[in-house]
């Protein structure tokens, strides 16, 4: 075997080869010999070959495959192919070609950093992919008939080299040796690979605040092909290529020749903690005020919105997931909602949470669609080839996604989000392409109330331009109000002057790089289960809470009565108990986590669930929309029209309906208002004007 390569890549082939047969790890096992027999017992014909364990054998080997990686793939090849005819000598026949692998290299090079010095060189460049086009067939070995003497010969005719960019047909016969003729393509004898072209964007954490993101092409073939999908996170080993723009231009592109892709499977494993860190971490664990210092930290230099702080807090630690025997997922991240008058610094907590969460998206309502948000399947204009493009959603996999000015969005990009945020999954069914991406994050949104100012006077769902739909999915909801109060506006006047004239005093209590680390600690290694104390406090919360509007509806004896909690607000319950509980990086929820949980909630529910009709809690109008006054003015109102309907047999007039209205002592103004939400809700149609038929 070794007479067949000459020159620099015989020593290549040599030092390979013995690194196959001689590397041992820790327990003694000659580690690739073991990986060559499950390769051949798997019919694969791609070894994985660790960096680091080459590196340690022999650096300068190492370094050839970063200088010269296309000459070592290539003796790495034959070496393989030599060590699996020993082990196989039948695999090989039916085989034919076997590939190195190489992952893990000691340097990942940013997309943005990738300049012409590294053409023909190894590099490892880590992502996300945000665009796929479809797999295709590449013509790699062409066999080519001959019409003068009709032998068919394979092209090119040296074994180590294949087709490139172009198919140049040959000019002379190497069967016959004459020119003339002409030189016919044999499609079905020709050798072809799987080839697949993804576009690899660089991590919105590694992009430098105000700058675009930068992408880069990667080509992928054979098995490296629909290994990994938009959205997912990526670690590519390749060699950096050259393509021209257009046959005459002096202007070429950089690509990138995928050797190996890793796709990133755990929630943040990109980010790495060293066991100083990790001692960091459990030293501030130990701190009994470590939540309240954790919240401090956040967005210090604005005054006050502890209650808000801490949600923010929570959503950045999470709940944990489960996914049940039969494949159905409970999501474990947290949605969170701030709406508020104007000047209440919104956008700036948004902002201090996208630079503390370890991942994180950033978006404006106003300026995000419904393809931005999820995923938009495009047309390439060089192929005409449908292909799919990752969202802020997709983008945000495994962190949070920030949705500023959420109340700006228009209603049918707004639709998009429902399922991502319940379901934590996009589904595309667009130009022939049917696909189903994670979007496993938290929503943190922020938006401004419909009249510019809330008024207190209104219900919550009169105040905000968002639908039920989007409401009901979120489990924290604040209602911000600037109130003026003389003491509370001294404080935040002098703290405001403190922050702007010495800029050093408003330092947080952890310093935001290790709050970082020690938010992504928790994610990766805490799942605190909760104790029977807790559920026990969690459980009669629920029912005390449901009970409270049973014994309301019987003493009043009407059909409809006040929802206080419904089964979301109880996930929520858990999920913001197991997120407390990882703030202090416990492996058991407590009676404490719960309390406090339940704290947050009743404050939600004050805030937003609370009817300033009836006096009571009612949650109900976020998931309807309406309130329970409205609900049952609705109710009043669809048996008025019926009776119209059955007794003179048309529709009923709007004066005819406020006659009956007035009989039953119901103010002119909510029954219209009732009136309007029943047409917008499907439940009558006017047939002719101001005059109503149910449905």
């Given at each position: 075997?070794?007479?067949?390569?000459?020159?620099?890549?015989?020593?290549?082939?040599?030092?390979?080869?013995?690194?196959?047969?001689?590397?041992?790890?820790?327990?003694?096992?000659?580690?690739?010999?073991?990986?060559?027999?499950?390769?051949?017992?798997?019919?694969?014909?791609?070894?994985?070959?660790?960096?680091?364990?080459?590196?340690?054998?022999?650096?300068?080997?190492?370094?050839?495959?970063?200088?010269?990686?296309?000459?070592?793939?290539?003796?790495?090849?034959?070496?393989?192919?030599?060590?699996?005819?020993?082990?196989?000598?039948?695999?090989?026949?039916?085989?034919?070609?076997?590939?190195?692998?190489?992952?893990?290299?000691?340097?990942?090079?940013?997309?943005?950093?990738?300049?012409?010095?590294?053409?023909?060189?190894?590099?490892?460049?880590?992502?996300?992919?945000?665009?796929?086009?479809?797999?295709?067939?590449?013509?790699?070995?062409?066999?080519?008939?001959?019409?003068?003497?009709?032998?068919?010969?394979?092209?090119?005719?040296?074994?180590?080299?294949?087709?490139?960019?172009?198919?140049?047909?040959?000019?002379?016969?190497?069967?016959?040796?004459?020119?003339?003729?002409?030189?016919?393509?044999?499609?079905?004898?020709?050798?072809?690979?799987?080839?697949?072209?993804?576009?690899?964007?660089?991590?919105?954490?590694?992009?430098?605040?105000?700058?675009?993101?930068?992408?880069?092409?990667?080509?992928?073939?054979?098995?490296?092909?629909?290994?990994?999908?938009?959205?997912?996170?990526v670690s590519v080993v390749g060699i950096v290529r050259l393509q021209?723009?257009?046959?005459?231009?002096?202007?070429?592109?950089?690509?990138?020749?995928?050797?190996?892709?890793?796709?990133?499977?755990?929630?943040?494993?990109?980010?790495?903690?060293?066991?100083?860190?990790?001692?960091?971490?459990?030293?501030?664990?130990?701190?009994?005020?470590?939540?309240?210092?954790?919240?401090?930290?956040?967005?210090?230099?604005?005054?006050?919105?502890?209650?808000?702080?801490?949600?923010?807090?929570?959503?950045?630690?999470?709940?944990?997931?489960?996914?049940?025997?039969?494949?159905?997922?409970?999501?474990?991240?947290?949605?969170?909602?701030?709406?508020?008058?104007?000047?209440?610094?919104?956008?700036?907590?948004?902002?201090?949470?996208?630079?503390?969460?370890?991942?994180?998206?950033?978006?404006?309502?106003?300026?995000?669609?419904?393809?931005?948000?999820?995923?938009?399947?495009?047309?390439?204009?060089?192929?005409?080839?449908?292909?799919?493009?990752?969202?802020?959603?997709?983008?945000?996999?495994?962190?949070?996604?920030?949705?500023?000015?959420?109340?700006?969005?228009?209603?049918?990009?707004?639709?998009?989000?429902?399922?991502?945020?319940?379901?934590?999954?996009?589904?595309?069914?667009?130009?022939?392409?049917?696909?189903?991406?994670?979007?496993?994050?938290?929503?943190?949104?922020?938006?401004?109330?419909?009249?510019?100012?809330?008024?207190?006077?209104?219900?919550?769902?009169?105040?905000?331009?968002?639908?039920?739909?989007?409401?009901?999915?979120?489990?924290?909801?604040?209602?911000?109000?600037?109130?003026p109060e003389k003491r509370r506006d001294m404080e935040m006047a002098?703290?405001?002057?403190?922050?702007?004239?010495?800029?050093?005093?408003?330092?947080?209590?952890?310093?935001?790089?290790?709050?970082?680390?020690?938010?992504?600690?928790?994610?990766?290694?805490?799942?605190?289960?909760?104790?029977?104390?807790?559920?026990?406090?969690?459980v009669e919360f629920f029912t005390h809470m449901r009970a409270s509007?049973?014994?309301?509806?019987?003493?009043?004896?009407?059909?409809?009565?006040?929802?206080?909690?419904?089964?979301?607000?109880?996930?929520?319950?858990?999920?913001?108990?197991?997120?407390?509980?990882?703030?202090?990086?416990?492996?058991?929820?407590?009676?404490?986590?719960?309390?406090?949980?339940?704290?947050?909630?009743?404050?939600?529910?004050?805030?937003?669930?609370?009817?300033?009709?009836?006096?009571?809690?009612?949650?109900?109008?976020?998931?309807?929309?309406?309130?329970?006054?409205?609900?049952?003015?609705?109710?009043?109102?669809?048996?008025?029209?019926?009776?119209?309907?059955?007794?003179?047999?048309?529709?009923?007039?709007?004066?005819?309906?406020?006659?009956?209205?007035?009989?039953?002592?119901?103010?002119?103004?909510?029954?219209?208002?009732?009136?309007?939400?029943?047409?917008?809700?499907?439940?009558?149609?006017?047939?002719?004007?101001?005059?109503?038929?149910?449905?």
């Amino acid at each position: 075997m070794s007479e067949e390569i000459a020159g620099e890549t015989l020593d290549y082939y040599e030092r390979f080869l013995d690194f196959i047969r001689n590397y041992r790890d820790e327990s003694g096992r000659i580690k690739y010999i073991d990986r060559i027999r499950r390769m051949i017992l798997f019919e694969r014909s791609s070894l994985i070959v660790e960096y680091p364990d080459l590196y340690r054998y022999d650096p300068d080997l190492a370094q050839s495959i970063i200088d010269e990686p296309d000459k070592f793939l290539r003796s790495a090849s034959k070496a393989i192919e030599e060590v699996v005819a020993q082990e196989n000598p039948e695999y090989v026949k039916r085989k034919k070609r076997f590939i190195p692998r190489v992952v893990n290299l000691y340097e990942t090079v940013k997309v943005r950093e990738i300049k012409s010095e590294y053409i023909g060189k190894m590099i490892q460049i880590e992502g996300i992919i945000t665009r796929m086009l479809p797999v295709k067939s590449k013509l790699v070995k062409a066999v080519f008939r001959h019409s003068k003497c009709g032998a068919e010969f394979l092209w090119p005719e040296s074994e180590d080299e294949v087709i490139g960019e172009r198919l140049e047909k040959p000019t002379i016969c190497p069967v016959c040796g004459e020119s003339g003729g002409t030189f016919t393509l044999v499609k079905e004898k020709s050798v072809y690979i799987d080839y697949q072209r993804v576009m690899i964007q660089e991590r919105p954490e590694d992009v430098p605040g105000g700058q675009m993101p930068r992408s880069i092409e990667v080509e992928l073939t054979e098995d490296l092909v629909d290994t990994a999908r938009p959205g997912d996170r990526v670690s590519v080993v390749g060699i950096v290529r050259l393509q021209q723009t257009s046959s005459r231009s002096p202007l070429f592109d950089l690509y990138v020749e995928a050797n190996s892709i890793r796709v990133s499977e755990k929630e943040l494993e990109e980010v790495s903690i060293t066991r100083e860190d990790e001692e960091k971490i459990k030293e501030l664990a130990r701190d009994p005020w470590i939540r309240e210092k954790i919240i401090a930290s956040i967005a210090p230099s604005i005054y006050g919105h502890w209650d808000l702080k801490e949600a923010i807090a929570l959503l950045l630690f999470g709940g944990i997931p489960k996914v049940k025997p039969d494949g159905t997922r409970i999501r474990g991240d947290i949605h969170v909602l701030f709406i508020g008058d104007p000047g209440m610094a919104k956008s700036q907590l948004l902002q201090a949470a996208s630079r503390i969460a370890p991942r994180a998206v950033f978006t404006s309502g106003k300026g995000s669609t419904a393809a931005g948000l999820t995923a938009a399947v495009l047309r390439d204009s060089k192929t005409g080839e449908y292909y799919l493009e990752a969202g802020a959603l997709v983008l945000a996999d495994g962190g949070i996604a920030i949705i500023d000015e959420i109340d700006k969005m228009r209603n049918e990009d707004r639709v998009a989000i429902h399922e991502a945020m319940e379901q934590q999954v996009i589904s595309i069914s667009k130009a022939g392409i049917v696909a189903r991406l994670n979007a496993r994050a938290s929503v943190l949104a922020a938006g401004n109330p419909k009249f510019g100012l809330y008024d207190p006077t209104k219900p919550f769902v009169d105040n905000v331009n968002l639908p039920p739909t989007i409401l009901s999915r979120f489990d924290l909801i604040f209602v911000l109000r600037d109130v003026p109060e003389k003491r509370r506006d001294m404080e935040m006047a002098r703290y405001i002057i403190e922050t702007h004239t010495d800029v050093e005093k408003v330092k947080p209590e952890i310093d935001p790089q290790l709050l970082r680390k020690y938010i992504m600690y928790a994610r990766r290694y805490v799942r605190p289960r909760i104790n029977e104390e807790a559920r026990n406090l969690i459980v009669e919360f629920f029912t005390h809470m449901r009970a409270s509007a049973l014994s309301k509806l019987r003493n009043e004896g009407s059909g409809l009565m006040p929802i206080p909690i419904t089964a979301r607000q109880l996930e929520a319950l858990i999920r913001l108990t197991e997120a407390h509980a990882r703030m202090a990086l416990k492996d058991e929820a407590t009676e404490e986590d719960a309390a406090e949980a339940i704290r947050l909630t009743i404050s939600f529910l004050r805030s937003v669930g609370f009817d300033v009709e009836t006096g009571t809690f009612d949650i109900g109008a976020i998931m309807t929309g309406a309130t329970l006054g409205t609900r049952r003015i609705m109710s009043v109102l669809l048996e008025i029209i019926k009776s119209i309907e059955s007794s003179k047999g048309r529709c009923a007039t709007l004066k005819e309906i406020m006659d009956e209205v007035k009989k039953k002592n119901i103010p002119q103004d909510k029954a219209r208002e009732a009136l309007n939400k029943m047409h917008q809700n499907g439940l009558i149609y006017e047939s002719r004007t101001d005059c109503f038929r149910s449905t």
